[in-house]
T-cell receptor, first 114, second 111 residues
């Protein structure tokens, strides 16, 4: 059974550019969540999508956005990149949306903003 | 105040000893609690989940939850060098899959 697949794994951008990250969840999983991981702040919740609808959104500026497609694949977009956006972006999938569900993480997309 | 707090460590224990990792959370309404392990350069993977007060054992791992004290702990018995990793405590308040993570405790098991 394939795991959570994130692409690209590594990318380098410059300030002001935008970036799109992709996540394919485990087959049958309908919930996809996105997290930002930095050494200082740890893992911080960005947003969750379930059945193509955003269920929750974390405390990030509007430059961070996402969407989910009918096949449960998800993308997140960061516009007008800032140096502070350099981080590991982790996608996690889950069968359903609810507090008791286990998250399975992908390998992450490491973004460096120069 | 952070939602979830952990001692960042580093915590070092000799091989075969018990490692004790602790976590506190701020929202008394939090409903489910998880421990994830993250090896350097890898993504987090689930070790244990616990939902009610008391202990839950799985092999060498025991999770303990005390909702009155808003405290979650993870005990690792017979620690092995392969247990060396960062351990993340995560809490869910029952709002979908929005989890609050601590910044992690770095554990080193010395052979």
């Amino acid at each position: 059974k394939a795991g959570v697949t994130q692409t690209p794994r590594y990318l380098i951008k410059t300030r002001g550019q935008q970036v799109t990250l992709s996540c394919s969840p485990i087959s049958g999983h309908r919930s996809v969540s996105w997290y930002q991981q930095t050494p200082g702040q740890g893992l911080q919740f960005l947003f969750e999508y379930f059945s193509e609808t955003q269920r929750n959104k974390g405390n990030f500026p509007g430059r961070f956005s996402g969407r989910q497609f009918s096949n449960s694949r998800s993308e997140m977009n960061v516009s007008t990149l800032e140096l502070g956006d350099s981080a590991l972006y982790l996608c996690a999938s889950s069968l359903a949306s609810g507090g008791a569900n286990v998250l399975t993480f992908g390998a992450g997309s490491r973004l460096t903003v120069l | 105040q952070k939602e979830v707090e952990q001692n960042s460590g580093p915590l070092s224990v000799p091989e075969g000893a018990i490692a004790s990792l602790n976590c506190t959370y701020s929202d008394r309404g939090s409903q489910s609690f998880f421990w994830y392990r993250q090896y350097s350069g890898k993504s987090p993977e689930l070790i244990m989940s616990i939902y009610s007060n008391g202990d839950k054992e799985d092999g060498r791992f025991t999770a303990q939850l005390n909702k009155a004290s808003q405290y979650v702990s993870l005990l690792i018995r017979d620690s092995q060098p392969s247990d060396s990793a960062t351990y993340l405590c995560a809490v869910n308040k029952g709002t979908g899959n929005q989890f609050y993570f601590g910044t992690g405790t770095s554990l080193t098991v010395i052979p």
